[in-house]
Structure formats: structure tokens, C-alpha cells
Nanobody
Framework: QVQLVESGGGLVQAGDSLRLSCAAS????????MGWFRQAPGKEREFVAA????????YYADSVKGRFTVSRDNAKNTMYLQMNSLKPEDTAIYYC????????????????WGQGTQVTVSS
């Protein structure tokens, strides 16, 4: 079965960096477009970034543009989210998602989801 496992979250201070990973199994990774989303307590799930099958095309939420970078290594079946200049408002559970079609920011269209990793940014 398809599994997406996020890792790399933690507690950091404002201005620090973190790199999240999303390891995929049970699917042909290079045939899936991927996305990162986040959800803070009491808030709706929010789009963060998306990446195409090859990694050539990426798309970011305005709130993270210039600070976050999404990438993927199809040989390792893994997607990454490099997060720099973190802010307290970045605090959330971060989820990765996969779908055979490019879904961009449309979280409800993604077929597969990971369990999430907590990112907490203190001021």
C-alpha cells in the first residue's frame, strides 16, 4: 500500500531553518506530483508548496515564497521542504501529499497523505 512518511520537524527559534522530508513507498514515485500542506491548531489546512513529477515545476504559497524551497529526489523516492527564516506563524503540522495528477494547491484532490510532522517556531 502507499505510504508517505514525513520527518524532520522540531522546535526551533525564529530565523532558524529546518528541512522536512517525505519518504514515499508503495508507488512509482516519479509518476506522482507532490505537495506540502500545513495545519495550525484551530485553522484550516493550508497549501505550502507543490512540485511536478520531474521536479521541474514548483509552486508556492505567497506566505512562504522566497523562504521555502520544495525539491524531490526520484531516485530516493523522497520529497523535501527546505524552510529558512522561519517565523512563529509557520508553526503547524506539516503534511505531504501525492497524486498521479498535478493538483497544485487543491488539497482535497490529493489521493494520498502522510501523518504529518510538527514544526514549532518560538519567538
Amino acid at each position: 500500500q502507499v505510504q508517505l512518511v514525513e520527518s524532520g520537524g522540531g522546535l526551533v527559534q525564529a530565523g532558524d531553518s529546518l528541512r522536512l522530508s517525505c519518504a514515499a513507498s508503495g508507488l512509482t514515485f516519479s509518476s506522482y506530483a507532490m505537495g506540502w500542506f500545513r495545519q495550525a491548531p484551530g485553522k484550516e489546512r493550508e497549501f505550502v508548496a507543490a512540485i511536478s513529477w520531474s521536479g521541474r515545476n514548483t509552486y508556492y504559497a505567497d506566505s512562504v515564497k522566497g523562504r521555502f524551497t520544495v525539491s524531490r529526489d526520484n531516485a530516493k523516492n523522497t520529497m523535501y521542504l527546505q524552510m529558512n527564516s522561519l517565523k512563529p506563524e509557520d508553526t503547524a503540522i506539516y503534511y505531504c501529499a501525492a497524486d498521479p495528477y498535478y493538483r497544485g494547491s487543491r488539497w482535497h484532490d490529493y489521493a494520498y497523505w502522510g501523518q504529518g510532522t510538527q514544526v514549532t517556531v518560538s519567538s
